[in-house]
């Protein structure tokens, strides 16, 4: 706990500063790696949803315990070597969790070039970072798009992983770095084979559940942190429990619909996935269109709740520390 909230922020620092660079084995590849080779493994030696189901719960005990495992084992042997160097290590594997730059250069990146009337570029960047059909996107659906996934990935790619940092800050022998990998891990596996649809109804249905149940917390955390900055929570909330339960989501709906009801916008409506239409549920009321403000101002908002949460970890760390 010595070395925690210098921990803590050095990440934060990387991640706002550095963010993810390409040229570097991000702990995610080496995580989609295990989950791509043991999900096939699976899928070719289970054929009924019974042996499905509990290789899915195998593949995930693997992937989470082990990714927060080896995490820790890695940080010790940095210790080890010397508390400097350890510090490093366990920042640069903590920075990995957290997706704020990343998320900040793609909803950038689409909109530089719909600014410029740029739209067929604006699609084909689009896809890079959206699981639905681009091609046909008007420059108002690709607002949307990119609005939906900054605010969708603020809970699961910035704010999730920060708090499991902390709850592991606060436990001398974990650390911040070892709940944060094993939530990543989590996440992963939930992008990768979450879905209810073949092959992976039954193999990826405990992923799905398991990431459902390890974000729901912070997802509300996070809701009531946007309340309160947006200096009108009962409006806020009012309009979450409105909208939100409509989604199928148990997390996605609720910090989708924190930001819609803090921007005065309207999100949800028909995707198109792989040629079929899924219709979303109206989240928020349709007050302003949404624009590039509307998501230069929804990652302004993701910071602000993201130092919040850093400050306060970080000071009660210190406090502890010198009593």
Not at 175 to 193: C, E, H, N, Q, W
Not at 257 to 263: G, K, Q, S
């Amino acid at each position: 706990m010595t070395f925690s909230s210098a921990i803590l922020i050095l990440a934060a620092s990387l991640d706002y500063s550095i963010g993810d660079p390409s040229n570097w084995v991000h702990p995610v590849q080496v995580m989609g790696w295990f989950i791509s080779r043991l999900s096939k493994l699976a899928l070719k030696y289970c054929h009924n949803s019974l042996t499905q189901r509990l290789a899915g719960i195998a593949i995930a005990a693997i992937l989470v315990i082990g990714s927060g495992v080896i995490g820790w084992l890695i940080v010790q042997c940095a210790m080890r070597v010397n508390p400097i160097v350890g510090i490093l290590v366990e920042s640069v594997l903590l920075a990995s969790c957290f997706a704020f730059k990343s998320l900040r250069i793609a909803a950038e990146t689409v909109i530089s070039r719909l600014k410029v009337g740029n739209i067929a570029e604006a699609r084909s960047l689009l896809r890079n970072f959206v699981g639905r059909d681009t091609q046909n996107l008007t420059s108002e659906e690709i607002f949307r798009a990119v609005l939906e996934t900054v605010t969708e990935n603020a809970t699961d790619g910035v704010m999730a992983p920060l708090f499991y940092a902390v709850v592991g800050a606060f436990l001398p022998i974990i650390g911040p770095s070892t709940f944060a990998l094993a939530y990543k891990a989590s996440s992963t596996l939930d992008s990768m084979i979450g879905y209810r649809e073949v092959p992976y109804i039954y193999l990826g249905w405990f992923s799905a559940r398991l990431e459902d149940c390890l974000t729901w917390f912070p997802c509300r955390l996070t809701v009531i942190t946007l309340a309160l900055l947006s200096r009108k929570p009962l409006h806020v909330i009012k309009i979450c429990q409105r909208d939100a339960p409509k989604d199928s989501s148990p997390n996605s709906g609720w910090s989708e619909c924190a930001y819609a009801a803090i921007l005065g916008v309207q999100m949800g409506g028909t995707n198109w996935y792989r040629g079929v239409a899924k219709v979303k549920p109206l989240l928020g009321d349709a007050i302003h269109p949404i624009t590039s403000n509307s998501i230069k101002t929804a990652l302004q908002l993701t910071r602000y709740s993201f130092l919040l949460w850093l400050g306060g970890s970080a000071s009660l760390l210190l406090l502890t520390t010198i009593r």
